[in-house]
């Protein structure tokens, strides 16, 4: 609450109704809020028979928060909620497909405004007279579209660098660590 009352002295308006051109500002106390509940989750978890009950009560409320309409803060909490819910839980197993999910969140995080934008642009023009179910499958079909172009970033863009910076800082640790071989003494 702190951060949208100053948002809304310093900026103009609520933290979560400013311009997608103040991005960073945005998306710094979001991330911050969700890095902060995360380790505190890794190191006080609820309890698992808690765990399940706060992440899906938590969902199920911000489920109906959405369908109410704006409820930016009550969001944040059940948000919230949710992140200490899921990172309660410990599984034996990881899931193949939450790991690739999980690998492409940072994808998702750099391409998902870019895409939004060109997608609602695009799109939102071929659906803007149609019925509201209509309208709603558009906005549905944007996830798997992020999801797709994020697939695409990780595997074209981010992979590759990840791949060339990683070799460039092993060489880089291999030349510091190799022995080296003493300076020769000029003959006397």
Request: net charge positive; aromatic share 10%.
């Amino acid at each position: 609450m702190a951060v949208d009352a100053w948002a809304e002295v310093a900026l103009g308006g609520p933290m979560f109704q400013l311009p997608y051109f103040l991005g960073v500002v945005r998306a710094l106390p979001l991330f911050l809020f969700g890095l902060g509940l995360a380790r505190v989750t890794e190191d006080h978890p609820v309890p698992r028979a808690w765990a399940d009950a706060v992440w899906t009560l938590a969902l199920a409320g911000l489920a109906a928060v959405q369908l109410l309409g704006r409820g930016d803060l009550v969001s944040m909490v059940l948000i919230g909620l949710i992140i200490v819910g899921c990172g309660s839980i410990q599984g034996r197993r990881g899931s193949p497909v939450v790991g690739y999910l999980a690998r492409l969140s940072f994808s998702l995080f750099l391409t998902h405004i870019l895409t939004a934008a060109i997608w609602f642009n695009v799109v939102g023009r071929l659906f803007a007279g149609g019925s509201a179910a209509e309208r709603w499958l558009a906005w549905a079909a944007s996830v798997p579209a992020a999801l797709g172009v994020a697939a695409l970033f990780h595997h074209l863009i981010d992979q590759p660098l990840q791949t060339i910076i990683a070799t460039a800082i092993r060489s880089g640790r291999e030349r510091r660590a190799a022995p080296r071989e003493p300076a020769k003494q000029p003959a006397a």
